[in-house]
C-alpha cells in the first residue's frame, strides 16, 4: 500500500488495509527494524489540525539496495532507495566479461564503489541473469547466450566477497517483478512477460506469483523448434524461436543485409536516419514472433501479455502489426481475453525489485 499510494500513517494503513492496528504496529515495527520502512514528520500544509504525528514511508534515506544486471553485452550496476526509483547519476556500466572470474572481479569492485559511499546501509543487492536459474540454488544451470556463468552463482560469490545479501533471478521474472511493482502490471495478478531482446525468455504471474516450474527453469519458450533445419542457437539445437524472433535475430539478418554487424541500437539509429529497405526482414520476425506470443497466450490464457524488445522502435507501426499478425495465429477467445501491452520496465529495475520483493518476503512469517 506503500509502494502503491505513498506516505501515510498507522491509522490511514489500518483503515485502509482492514488490519488492526495491533497487527499493522508489529508489522510496521519489522519493516523499520528490516531497514524497508521510515519514519517522517507529517506533512500538514494542508491546514490538518492538531500535532504533526509521524508518517512512514518506503525508505529513501536510511537504506538502499543495489541492483546488477548480467547480460550477453553489457552488466549494469544500478543503486536505488526501497521506493525502487532508479537515478541516472547512481548508475554503472561495464562490457560483459569473456571468463567468469572476470565477471565476478569486475562487478565486485563496481560495487564496492557504491558501498563505500554515504547514502544509507545497503540491505541487500539483486541480480538479474539470463538463462535457466535453478532458484532453490541460486544457480545458473545453463545461459545459451552466456555460457561463461553455466554452473556458477553469481550471487552466492558475490555475498561472500562483499558481505551483503543477495538473490538471483532469471532476467524475464525480473521484468515480471519490475512490472509488477512499478509498471503497468501494479495490482494484476495474472500477466505475463515476452522478453525477446538479446535471447526470448518468458516470465508468468498467477495468482501474485511467478511461475518457475520446480526448480526455476520454466518459461523458455524461445527454444522451441520452429524450423527444424534452421540456424545454429546458442542451445545448441538448431531453428529455435530466438534465432528468427529477437531483437538479435533482426540485426543478425539486417547485418546480413548491410554487409557489416550492427545491433539493435544501431539498427534503430540507421532507420531513423536513411531510408533502409528491410521490409522483408521486418515480416519475417514478426510473422516468427506472432508465433511465440500466440503460443503464450493459448497455453497460459493471461489477462494481459507485456512485451519486451526494442525492435518496435525500427519503424512506426510494427507493435500494431505484431497484434494483428497474433489475432489470425491465437484461438479466438483466449486473444479475446488479453491485452496485448508493450512493457516498459527495464532489466535494472527488475533486478531492483527482485531484492525488494526478497527482503520484504523474508521478514514475513513463514508459510506452513
Not at 488490519?19 to 499493522?24: D, M, R, Y
Not at 524461436?241 to 543485409?257: F, H, Q, R, Y
Request: proline share 3%; aromatic share 4%; charged share 20%.
Amino acid at each position: 500500500m506503500l509502494r502503491e499510494k505513498g506516505p501515510a500513517s498507522r491509522a490511514d494503513l489500518t483503515r485502509v488495509t482492514g488490519i488492526s492496528a495491533p497487527t499493522i504496529s508489529k508489522a510496521v515495527a519489522t519493516l523499520i527494524q528490516g531497514g524497508l520502512l521510515e519514519e517522517c514528520d507529517r506533512d500538514v500544509s494542508d491546514g490538518t489540525l492538531g500535532r504533526p504525528g509521524k508518517t512512514l514511508r518506503l525508505s529513501t534515506r536510511t537504506a538502499r539496495v543495489l541492483g546488477i544486471v548480467i547480460d550477453t553485452q553489457r552488466c549494469w550496476i544500478v543503486s536505488s532507495g526501497i521506493d525502487g526509483r532508479l537515478s541516472p547519476r547512481r548508475m554503472k556500466s561495464l562490457a560483459t566479461p569473456d571468463s567468469y572470474d572476470w565477471l565476478i572481479g569486475q562487478l565486485a569492485d563496481g560495487v564496492a564503489e557504491f558501498l563505500g559511499d554515504s547514502l544509507g546501509k545497503t540491505r541487500g543487492i539483486g541480480i538479474s541473469v539470463p538463462g535457466q536459474i535453478n532458484h532453490r540454488e541460486q544457480r545458473v544451470v545453463f545461459s545459451p547466450n552466456l555460457h561463461q556463468t553455466d554452473g556458477h552463482s553469481p550471487a552466492r560469490d558475490l555475498a561472500e566477497r562483499l558481505g551483503v545479501e543477495t538473490q538471483m533471478v532469471q532476467e524475464s521474472h525480473a521484468l515480471c517483478l519490475a512490472e509488477s511493482m512499478y509498471g503497468a502490471a501494479k495490482g494484476m495478478e495474472d500477466f505475463a512477460m515476452l522478453d525477446l531482446s538479446a535471447g526470448m525468455g518468458l516470465g508468468v504471474m498467477s495468482g501474485g506469483r511467478i511461475l518457475g516450474g520446480h526448480s526455476g527453469l520454466g518459461g523458455e519458450l524461445g527454444h522451441i523448434t520452429v524450423l527444424p533445419d534452421g540456424k545454429l542457437c546458442g542451445c545448441g539445437n538448431r531453428g529455435c524461436l530466438e534465432t528468427v524472433a529477437t531483437d538479435t535475430a533482426l540485426a543478425m539478418e539486417i547485418s546480413k543485409t548491410l554487409g557489416r554487424k550492427v545491433n539493435i541500437e544501431e539498427v534503430i539509429a540507421l532507420a531513423a536516419a536513411t531510408r533502409l529497405e528491410i521490409d522483408e526482414e521486418l515480416s519475417r520476425t514478426l510473422e516468427f514472433l506472432a508465433i511465440g506470443v500466440a503460443a503464450v497466450i493459448n497455453l497460459f490464457n493471461p489477462a494481459s501479455l507485456f512485451v519486451y524488445g526494442r525492435l518496435f522502435d525500427v519503424r512506426h507501426g510494427l507493435f500494431d502489426r505484431l497484434i494483428e499478425l497474433t489475432h489470425r495465429r491465437a484461438l479466438g477467445p483466449s486473444m479475446a481475453d488479453c491485452r496485448i501491452i508493450r512493457a516498459r520496465g527495464s532489466k535494472r529495475q527488475g533486478a531492483v525489485a527482485a531484492i525488494i520483493s526478497h527482503l520484504t518476503h523474508s521478514l514475513g512469517p513463514a508459510l506452513e
